[in-house]
């Protein structure tokens, strides 16, 4: 049973912006801390930002400044708006739910940043 569902991957030239999505069941995303990860050929997958069901926010450094998270929760979603990407970002973007080792994960959107 798919448990979230991203959007919003796609080719983006350096500099360039996109936001990616994530819906959850409403369980899901009541109960967990929601965030983004990618993973990158050859490298280990990353934290990006992740953000609890009270609004606390956590960025990797390298992104701070050009990558925002939110959630809406009328909506069980939450968003990762990125701006200014380089094309060292190019990754598999996957949002999780819960934790890295025991929670859920979404399917993988593929980004790539690239002229």
């Known amino acids: 049973q798919v448990q979230l569902v991203e959007s919003g991957g796609g080719l983006v030239q350096p500099g360039g912006s996109l936001r990616l999505s994530c819906a959850a069941s409403?369980?899901?995303?009541?109960?967990?801390?929601m965030g983004w990860y990618r993973q990158a050929p050859g490298k280990q997958r990353e934290l990006v930002a992740s953000?609890?069901?009270?609004?606390?926010?956590n960025y990797a450094d390298s992104v701070k400044g050009r990558i925002t998270i939110s959630r809406k929760n009328a909506k069980n979603t939450v968003y990762l708006q990125m701006s200014s990407l380089k094309p060292e970002e190019t990754a598999v973007y996957y949002c999780?739910?819960?934790?890295?080792?025991?929670?859920?994960w979404g399917q993988g959107n593929q980004v790539t940043v690239n002229s």
């Open positions: 999780n739910a819960g934790s890295y080792r025991d929670g859920y």
């Open positions: 409403r369980t899901i995303f009541s109960n967990n801390a």
């Open positions: 953000i609890t069901s009270d609004g606390s926010i």
